[in-house]
């Protein structure tokens, strides 16, 4: 069973960056594809970005591609998501997510989520 923690969310003015955190536990962190997700008020939870087990790939919704990247430090235990140019759109709450598997770029259920940390990017 992994148990993941974000951290890192806050109240940033538009243009900003911020860098949210990911730690897991109580797997093999290597052996899981990491993702992110976001869930606006009154939206659909939508797909970020993940990335292979290794961090070599990476895949990104196309509302974040060139602003956000994903990482993974597997070492530490712990995926990334460093978020440049935020937009008001980006406020949502932030879930990490685990899978077992190999590739990020295809689409799978996730076995592992966290409970989410907020963003909100103000005009």
């Known amino acids: 069973q992994v148990q993941l923690v974000e951290s890192g969310g806050e109240l940033v003015q538009a243009g900003g960056s911020l860098r949210l955190d990911c730690a897991a536990s109580g797997g093999t962190f290597s052996s899981y594809v990491m993702g992110w997700f976001r869930q606006a008020p009154g939206k659909e939870r939508e797909f970020v970005a993940a990335?292979?087990?290794?961090?070599?790939?990476?895949k990104y919704a196309d509302s974040v591609k060139g602003r956000f990247t994903i990482s993974r430090d597997n070492a530490k235990n712990t995926a990334y998501l460093q978020m440049n140019s935020l937009e008001p759109e980006d406020t949502a709450v932030y879930y990490c997510?685990?899978?077992?598997?190999?590739?990020?770029?295809?689409?799978?259920?996730?076995?592992?989520w966290g409970q989410g940390t907020q963003v909100t990017v103000s005009s």
């Open positions: 997510a685990a899978r077992r598997g190999t590739s990020p770029f295809i689409t799978a259920p996730y076995d592992y």
């Open positions: 990335t292979s087990r290794s961090g070599a790939s990476a």
